[in-house]
Each structure stands twice: as C-alpha cells, then as structure tokens.
C-alpha cells in the first residue's frame, strides 16, 4: 500500500483537496445548468407532460396490437404545471441546477473517491475496486435513465389522469412536479447500486451467494410490489416495465456475490 506511512493530518489533507476539487466542480457545472436550465426544463424536464413523448407514442404503437394496455394515443393528454408560490421558480431554478451538475459530475466524484482510496489498496485490489467503480458509475446513469423514460412518466401519466371526482379539476403544482421527478429518478439511480453495494457486503463477508437463491421468491413478490407501488395504473405491461429491470438488477447482484465455499475458503 501506497499511504501506510501517511499521518492522519496527511490523510485528512488529502480529504481536504478530494473535497475541494469535488465542490468547485459541482459549482462549475451549476453554474452552466443555471444557463441552460430554461431550455433544459422545455425540452427534457417537462416533456413527459405531452401526447408526443417517447414512451407514450411507443406505448400507443403496442396498444394497437393488444388490449391489456391503458389508453396511450390521447392526443389531447397534456399537464398544465402551476406555480402557487412567488419564488418557486427562482428556487427550482437553483435546485434543478444543482441536481444537474450532481448528475453531469456523478463520473468525477466516483474517481475523486476511487483516487482518494485508491493509495490504500493492494494491487490486486486496485484492479477489481476500478472495475466495480466504473460499472457503478455505469449502472447509476442506466437507473437515471429508466426513472426518467419509463417509471417517472408512467406515474405521472396515471396521477395526473386520475379521478376521484369529475367536478375535480387537477392543478399540478411545480413543486409537487418537481418532488416527484426528482425523486423517481434519483430512486432509480440508487436503486442500480445494488449490485455494487451487493459486492461490497460481500468483500465484508455480510451477504453470500445462497442468500439470492433462498430468497428469490421474496425478492420477486417484494419487486413486484415496489413496482405495483411506483405504477399504480394496475395494468401488466406497465407492472412489468419497471418489475423486470428491478429483478434482473437481484441476479446481477448475485453475480457480484462470491458464492459461499470462496467465501468459507477465504474465511
């Protein structure tokens, strides 16, 4: 190991400059998302409130074909967002800024981590920690990716078109808009580091490979009802959309998992 003979002061000097050279990039992209936040929040942050989106024109072609799905080719679908507060924009403004440059800089602040332990670790572990780093860098833009094209505009497309009443009339407010699109997606970017904090447990000796298989059935009624949560439109092609990536991400995750005789050997 590179830093062994380090001091502490070494090592808190080095968090130091990993943690100002992770903020001023996050500053640098804020401030260019504060530029083009307006043409951003057009084009990508509300698209999913029109007929014309991606999914819902792709959703429109299968429905033609089938039945089982919800009615995805209303031209006239369209959700008008409201602002209650004077300076709602202003702050989505800010935020949604900041939120975009956490997403643009997610690649640098992984390597600012794996440069700031990377002294640490053996060589062999050198190796395998990049890996698993850059696949987790990987995985995080997939699951920001699914949150934004499948599970945040079918959730949107369903609450916003229900009725508990027709005399209600549905006013969308930016924040309440804003909470829901951030939070999905950002899940969903989470939700893809599983198979990475799946690896790590194992490097641990927490997890096993013997747990995903006594546990698949589980894992598949608890995937099925986190999608049944995040699309409560109740049709199975929409379930499924947003079940099938949350299992496969369980097998990867197994896969990530030393089965358990490496594990007893090492031990």
């Known amino acids: 190991m590179e830093n062994q003979n380090l001091s502490f002061w070494e090592h808190l000097e080095d968090l130091r400059w990993t943690i100002l050279r992770a903020a001023i990039a996050l500053v640098i992209f804020t401030i260019a998302g504060l530029i083009f936040m307006p043409y951003f929040f057009d084009s990508i942050v509300l698209a999913p409130c029109y007929s014309d989106f991606?999914?819902?024109?792709?959703?429109?072609?299968?429905?033609?074909?089938?039945?089982?799905?919800?009615?995805?080719?209303?031209?006239?679908?369209?959700?008008?967002?409201?602002?209650?507060?004077l300076a709602s924009q202003l702050l989505i403004h800010l935020s949604a800024s900041f939120w975009l440059a956490l997403?643009?800089?997610?690649?640098?602040?992984?390597?600012?981590i794996w440069r700031f332990i990377k002294p640490a670790l053996y060589e062999h572990e050198k190796k395998n920690v990049r890996w698993v780093f850059m696949f987790g860098t990987v995985m995080f833009f997939i699951g920001c990716l699914v949150g934004y094209f499948t599970v945040f505009p079918i959730?949107?497309?369903?609450?916003?078109?229900?009725?508990?009443?027709?005399?209600?009339?549905?006013?969308i407010s930016l924040d309440s808009y804003m909470d829901?699109?951030?939070?999905?997606?950002?899940?969903?970017?989470?939700?893809?580091?599983?198979?990475?904090?799946?690896?790590?447990?194992?490097?641990?000796?927490?997890?096993?490979?013997s747990f995903f298989n006594k546990y698949r059935r589980h894992a598949i009624?608890?995937?099925l009802i986190v999608a049944a949560l995040i699309t409560p439109s109740g049709d199975p092609f929409t379930l499924m959309v947003v079940f099938l990536p949350l299992y496969v991400l369980y097998e990867i995750s197994a896969l990530f998992v030393k089965p358990d005789d490496k594990l007893a050997k090492v031990g």
């Open 103 to 112: 997403v643009l800089t997610f690649p640098y602040l992984v390597f600012e």
């Open 54 to 85: 991606f999914l819902y024109r792709w959703l429109c072609k299968i429905s033609s074909h089938t039945s089982i799905l919800p009615d995805f080719c209303n031209q006239d679908f369209q959700v008008h967002i409201i602002n209650i507060r």
């Open 155 to 171: 959730t949107l497309r369903f609450l916003a078109t229900y009725e508990l009443s027709p005399t209600i009339v549905n006013q």
């Open 180 to 209: 829901t699109f951030i939070m999905l997606i950002f899940v969903m970017g989470l939700v893809f580091e599983l198979p990475l904090l799946s690896w790590f447990l194992s490097k641990l000796g927490l997890l096993k490979r």
């Open 221 to 223: 009624v608890a995937n």
